[in-house]
């Protein structure tokens, strides 16, 4: 019998099938497809990562530790997987996402500098925020290449013996008193415990589990532009990473061109749907009001559209986690209901949960993530 077995394989799941593995345990890690791929929610190039987090304080230690991770991981596979830009968040002075960060940098004592209207168009000169518009500057915070981040975890997880079964569908999870056993579309696994990891497709599993939790799936679209003019003002050097609250709870994101073009995309506000049935084809609704807000914002950014995406969300009513024991089911964990903010946290999270897995105390904080606040 296994010690444990992980399934889905994106962020979440190839970090704790390596930390399940680096811990000397035996785990197996099942995915539908081959990771890393663009069906799920772990895709897209670049995704940010940044300390002063706007949406609560009890994030801080959860985002150090991953930084600690990432960099621990880089170092293990000797690749780059972070890409320091500095972060900037903007919004009205009264608005939630300028008021977070800074209750966030204050709780935690981070350094952050308040810039208004006038001086980030000097320090910007590629942004045109609103004249009633104040930034929040921080220096700690990035890039990391999801694509590199899944692939690093899943071979540092098969070198410290782990082992990945892909192109295996789960199809039901049977949980007993010392066992849970997964089947599959080509057979089953018996272990001791179990993590869920699936993203869009954990509600199909706890649904099989007798477990309903709010969960919807949110369909979101990417997009990169090359700039039309000032191209070097786009790069990581004179670009922060850039999130933007330009009415009340809607959000705007920029990433700078790193060799790509400059990422764009809208957070939240997309279709709600089955992760099968949502469409991954990209259509004029999904580029336009994105460019609108581009050209609002960062008006040279606004030249050739140069590739987009589909990633999906899965969010909770709360749009915060759910990292905890399945209710019902103590020997199932769930990690990846995320709400479209969770990659950056992969690194600790899937430490924590592996620690739960195997008995071990979890050295961070995971109760804002319990399941049963929804009960």
Known sequence: MLDVLVIGLGAMGSAALFHVAARGASVVGIDANVPPHTLGSTHGRSRIIREAYFEHPSYVPLVRRAFHNWAALERR????????????MVGRPDS???RGTLESSRRHDIAVEVVDAAAMRTRFPSLEAGADMVGVLEQNAGVLDPEACVTAHLDAARAAGGMVATDERVTRVEPAADRVTVHTTTGSHVARRVIIAAGPWAAELLAGLGVSLPLTVERQSMHWFAPRARRDLFD????????IEHDDDRYFYLIPDLGDGVKAAIHYEGALGSPDDLSREITDEDVLPVARLLARFAPDAVG??????????????????????????PRAILMSPC??????????LGEVV??????????LDLSRFRADRFA
Request: proline letters at 9%; a neutral charge.
């Open 339 to 348: 709400s479209g903010h969770g990659f950056k946290f992969a690194s600790a």
């Open 304 to 329: 050739r559209r140069l590739a987009s995406s589909v990633c999906l969300y899965t969010n909770t009513p709360d749009h915060h986690f759910v990292v905890d024991a399945v209710p019902g089911v």
């Open 354 to 363: 592996a620690q739960q897995a195997l008995g071990e105390p979890p050295e």
């Open 236 to 243: 990581s050097e004179h670009l922060p990473v850039t999130l």
């Open 77 to 88: 596979v000797g690749r780059t997987l972070y890409r320091p830009t500095s972060g900037l």
């Open 96 to 98: 939630g996402l300028v």
